[in-house]
Structure formats: C-alpha cells, structure tokens
T-cell receptor
C-alpha cells in the first residue's frame, strides 16, 4: 500500500462513452502525475500538476482532460477514446515540484486503472 | 532527448542466485535515478532512489549503483527468491526539469523459479 489509490481498477468503455478516472493520495504531497503504460512501451508521462496547477502536458490528445481540484485528488476525464488508448493508467504523487528544488522527490504510484476501449 | 534502455528484457534464474539488472541512459545530465518493481497488472513500487551525487544505495538484498558519467546503473539482487519475480523498471529524472519528470526504460521481466 503506497498511500495512492486509484478507482476504478478496471474500466471497459465504448468509443462514444464519457468516463473519469480518479486518483487520491494520502501522503501530504503537492505534486501529482498521470502516466500511460501500453504493452511493450515505456511508461509515458501525460500530465503533471504542482500545487494544483498543470505544469506539464506531454502532447496528450484533447480527448484526455485532467482535473486537479485540490492537492489530494486528481482526475482524468475521458471522452471519445480510441481502441489504441487501451492501456494501464497510473497515477503518482511526490513532494516538491517547485522549480529548482531537486530535494527528496521520490514518486509514489497507485495500482493503476486497466482501461479497455472497444 | 533522454532515452533509457534496460538489458536484458527478460531473465529467468533459479532461486538463490545473485543477479544483476542493467540500465543505461543517453544523457548524463540527471538529478537522480530510481528503480521500481511492478507486479503483473499492478502499479509501481519504488525500490531505491540514487541522487546524482551518490554512487550507490542499498536496501536489504538490493543494491543499486550509479555511474553518471558513463550513463549506467545496475540493480544487484542477492540470494534471489520466487517472490522477487516481477518487472523491474529504471527511471531517470533529467536535469533542468523543475517538475520531477521521469523517463522510464521498458523494464526487465524477472522470473525466479523455486
């Protein structure tokens, strides 16, 4: 148990559906991340939020829409996805996140949401 | 652009063996390097984090080394056990990124047989 939870753990959706992934961290961290893990590819960073402000958008299609209402919660809203978006979506959190502060910055990951788009 | 490579992609050993997993990265300008473990269909568990100024870190049967100038890290697992079976991921944090952007390798899938 890393202190980062994700729901749902599994999700099957059609291409016309709208769904949301939720991440919650109980570690007092102030930076949160979404990653995508596809088969046989490295984890890809999608979004980074620091102090509830989006600070990184790694060229992610607009059909993925993140939301960070507070430092403990992170959402990923999904709409009109494609079958190639099927993957394991991982959330992570860490301390720090301020530019020029490379101190203790270990990222803690949630268990992921296995998404299948039909 | 930073790229991280892990060799081998898969490794199968009998229980009790000592083993070494390798990680290489193309740009030596990093803040730190982190080793993770991932069990099938699950999230990542952080094993060890080495800051760029450090040469190694140890935790139990695990020892990770870092040679920043040559762009290499190794994860040494002593006296392997079946419970060590998992995919091991290496990730670096490039310098100049204020927001802890990690670049991952594709992992080494380890199987330790009883």
């Amino acid at each position: 148990e890393t202190g980062v939870t994700q729901t749902p753990r599994h999700l099957v959706m059609g291409m016309t559906n709208k769904k949301s992934l939720k991440c919650e961290q109980h570690l007092g961290h102030n930076a949160m991340y979404w990653y995508k893990q596809s088969a046989k590819k490295p984890l890809e960073l999608m979004f980074v939020y620091s102090l509830e402000e989006r600070v990184e958008n790694n060229s992610v299609p607009s059909r993925f829409s993140p939301e960070c209402p507070n430092s403990s919660h992170l959402f990923l809203h999904l709409h009109t996805l494609q079958p190639e978006d099927s993957a394991l979506y991982l959330c992570a959190s860490s301390k720090g996140g301020l530019a020029g502060v490379p101190s203790y910055n270990e990222q803690f990951f949630g268990p992921g949401t296995r998404l299948t788009v039909l | 652009k930073q790229e991280v490579t892990q060799i081998p992609a898969a490794l199968s050993v009998p229980e009790g063996e000592n083993l070494v997993l390798n990680c290489s990265f193309t740009d030596s300008a990093i803040y730190n390097l982190q080793w993770f473990r991932q069990d099938p269909g699950k999230g990542l568990t952080s094993l060890l984090l080495i800051q760029s100024s450090q040469r190694e870190q140890t935790s139990g049967r695990l020892n990770a080394s870092l040679d920043k100038s040559s762009g290499r890290s190794t994860l040494y697992i002593a006296a392997s056990q079946p419970g060590d079976s998992a995919t091991y991921l290496c990730a670096v944090r490039p310098s100049g990124t204020g927001f802890q952007k990690l670049v991952f390798g594709t992992g080494t899938r380890l199987l330790v047989s009883p």
